[in-house]
C-alpha cells in the first residue's frame, strides 16, 4: 500500500474535477508514469473518459458499496505493479450517503486509503472570498489530508495575486491554476457529463488540456505531495476459489445505448467461469450464438431509442431467448428496453422488445435518486437475510416497476417495492454492485449452468 496517489476532490460537483483529473492522467502519461486512476462512488462515465480518452485503467472505489477494508483491499489489488494512482472524488469532498454521512464520502475514501488530497476550488467570479471556502474545507480535514489546492477558471494575474495572500492565510499551498476556456468545457446531461464518445475531438482536446495544465500547475509537487503517506496493509480476506466446470457463455449488451457497467461486477463473473460475449442490440441482428445468459446494462436507450426500435431482428430474438427461459438481468436502461414501448421527452413512442407488457414513460424529473439496498422477497436470487447494495439515477419511470424487490434508502430508511423476479431473472431500474454480495453473481451463474444442462440434456 505503498503506491504514490493523490485524490482530485472539490467542495462541489460542477467545479472541474474530471476536466482537471484527466489533465493530470494526460500530463503523468507524458512523463511516461504507469498510473491507474479511481473514482469514487458509483460513477460510470468519469472512468469511461479516464480509460477510452486516455487508456488508463479505472476503477470505482466505494466505501458504502464495500466497507472500509474490502475498498482497501480492492484498491491494493488493482494499483498493484503501477507506478501511481489518481484518484476522482464525487460531489462535494464531505457528501457522503443521504449528503450527511461520511461513508460514500470522497473524504472517507482518501481516509481510509490515507490518500492526499488536491482541492479543485472554481474559484470564476470570486476574490478574496475563496480564502473562506478554502479555510472552511481546512476546519473539517481533522486528518490534515487536504496537501494542495487548484483555482479553477480564472486568470494568471489573478491567481499571481491571490496566492501568497491564500497560502499565508490557510496554511495550504496552492499547486497552480487553470484558465476559463470553453473549449474544454464537457456538457452535461440529467445523468451526468456527456460521453466521451459524443464530444468532437475529444482525444485531442483532452492532449492539449493536459499540456497548457503542466504550464499552470505543479505537477513535479503533485507526484511529490502523492508519496508523503503510507496506508496500512489492507485486511486481505481471501478470495472465494471458483471451480470452473464447465464453459458458460453470458451476451452482454454494450455500445452506445448501453455502456453503464461496473469493471468489478464483469471481472466477478469471469472468476466464475463466465466467458462474456458482448453485442450491440444497435448495430447486431442477432444474439451472440451459444449463449447462457443475457445482461442487458445501464445507458442511454432513450437517446437511441430509434435505432433500436427499427432493429426488429434483435429485439425478437431477445424476447424468444427470454420467453424461452434464458437467464437474464435487465437494469435501469436494459430495463427500459425490455417493455414494450419507450415515449421519450419530445412524446415520440418508440416499440422496444414486449418482454415486459408494460410502458416507459419520460418522468419529467428525478425519479429515485441514490444508495439503496435491496432484498429479494422472492429469494430467488438472494437467500433470506442477505442484501445487494446498489443505487437508482433515472428520469424515466416505467407504468409498472415490479414489486418483487424491497429497496430501502440509507439514513432515511425510506422504502419502496421495485423489479420483476422470477428463478431466471431479475430486472428493474436499480443499479446493482455485485462486490457487495458476490451471492447474487453466484446464484446467476448457477442458473446460467442449469439453463446450459437443460439444453444439453444432462
Known amino acids: 500500500m505503498s503506491i504514490p496517489r493523490i485524490m482530485i476532490a472539490a467542495p462541489k460537483s460542477g467545479s472541474g474535477k474530471t476536466l482537471i483529473t484527466c489533465a493530470l492522467l494526460g500530463a503523468l502519461k507524458k512523463r511516461n508514469i504507469d498510473v491507474v486512476s479511481c473514482k469514487c462512488g458509483p460513477d460510470y462515465i468519469d472512468p469511461m473518459f479516464h480509460r477510452t480518452v486516455l487508456g488508463v485503467p479505472s476503477e470505482n472505489l466505494d466505501t458504502y458499496f464495500t466497507g472500509e477494508d474490502k475498498t482497501r483491499q480492492i484498491f491494493a489489488s488493482f494499483s498493484k505493479g503501477h507506478d501511481m494512482a489518481v484518484m476522482e472524488g464525487v460531489m462535494g469532498l464531505y457528501d457522503g450517503v443521504g449528503g450527511i454521512e461520511e461513508a460514500g464520502s470522497s473524504y472517507h475514501l482518501a481516509k481510509v486509503t490515507k490518500t492526499?488530497?488536491?482541492l479543485v476550488v472554481d474559484a470564476h467570479g470570486m476574490g478574496r472570498s475563496v480564502l473562506s471556502v478554502i479555510s472552511g474545507f481546512k476546519f473539517?480535514?481533522?486528518d490534515n489530508l487536504i496537501k494542495g489546492i487548484i483555482l479553477n477558471r480564472i486568470s494568471k494575474s489573478f491567481y499571481e495575486n491571490i496566492k501568497e495572500i491564500t497560502e499565508k492565510e490557510t496554511g495550504i499551498k496552492l499547486l497552480g491554476f487553470f484558465e476559463n476556456n470553453k473549449d474544454f468545457y464537457v456538457p452535461e446531461r440529467h445523468l451526468g457529463?456527456?460521453?466521451?464518445?459524443?464530444i468532437e475531438d475529444i482525444r485531442s482536446k483532452i492532449s492539449h488540456c493536459a499540456s497548457l495544465f503542466e504550464e499552470t500547475v505543479d505537477v513535479d509537487k503533485i507526484i511529490e505531495i502523492s508519496k508523503c503517506m503510507e496506508c496500512e496493509n489492507p485486511v486481505v480476506n481471501k478470495d472465494k476459489i471458483y471451480k470452473a466446470e464447465e464453459r458458460l457463455n453470458l451476451a452482454v449488451a454494450r455500445d452506445e445505448a448501453f455502456c453503464f457497467y461496473y469493471?468489478?461486477?464483469i471481472?466477478?463473473?469471469e472468476k466464475m467461469g463466465v466467458v462474456i460475449k458482448y453485442f450491440s442490440p444497435i448495430h447486431d441482428g442477432?444474439?451472440?450464438e451459444d449463449i447462457d445468459g443475457i445482461l442487458l446494462g445501464g445507458g442511454y436507450p432513450e437517446l437511441y431509442a430509434y435505432e433500436l426500435s427499427k432493429n426488429v431482428s434483435m429485439l425478437e430474438d431477445i424476447k424468444f431467448a427470454i420467453n424461452n427461459d434464458i437467464p437474464s438481468l435487465a437494469e435501469c436502461g436494459g430495463f427500459m428496453y425490455l417493455h414494450k414501448t419507450l415515449k421519450d421527452e419530445n412524446g415520440n413512442s418508440y416499440n422496444m422488445a414486449g418482454v415486459i407488457d408494460k410502458d416507459?414513460?419520460?418522468?419529467?424529473?428525478?425519479?429515485r435518486f441514490g444508495y439503496i439496498e435491496m432484498l429479494d422477497k422472492k429469494e430467488v436470487f438472494l437467500k433470506k437475510g442477505s442484501l445487494i447494495r446498489g443505487h437508482e439515477f433515472h428520469y424515466y419511470n416505467s407504468t409498472d416497476n415490479g414489486t418483487d424487490v424491497k429497496a430501502v434508502k440509507p439514513v432515511t430508511e425510506k422504502s419502496w417495492e421495485c423489479c420483476y423476479t422470477e428463478s431466471n431473472h431479475w430486472w428493474g431500474f436499480p443499479h446493482l454492485y455485485y462486490p457487495s454480495c458476490e451471492e447474487f453473481a453466484e446464484a446467476f451463474v448457477e442458473k446460467m449452468k442449469a439453463y446450459r444442462h437443460s439444453n444439453n440434456g444432462v
Do not use: M, Q
Not at 457529463?193 to 459524443?198: M, Y
Not at 416507459?360 to 428525478?366: D, N, R
Open 360 to 367: 416507459i414513460f419520460y418522468a419529467g424529473k428525478l425519479v
Open 193 to 198: 457529463l456527456t460521453l466521451p464518445a459524443e
Open 263 to 265: 469493471d468489478a461486477n
Open 267 to 269: 471481472r466477478i463473473l
Open 116 to 118: 492526499p488530497v488536491i
Open 286 to 288: 442477432n444474439l451472440p
Open 140 to 142: 473539517y480535514d481533522k
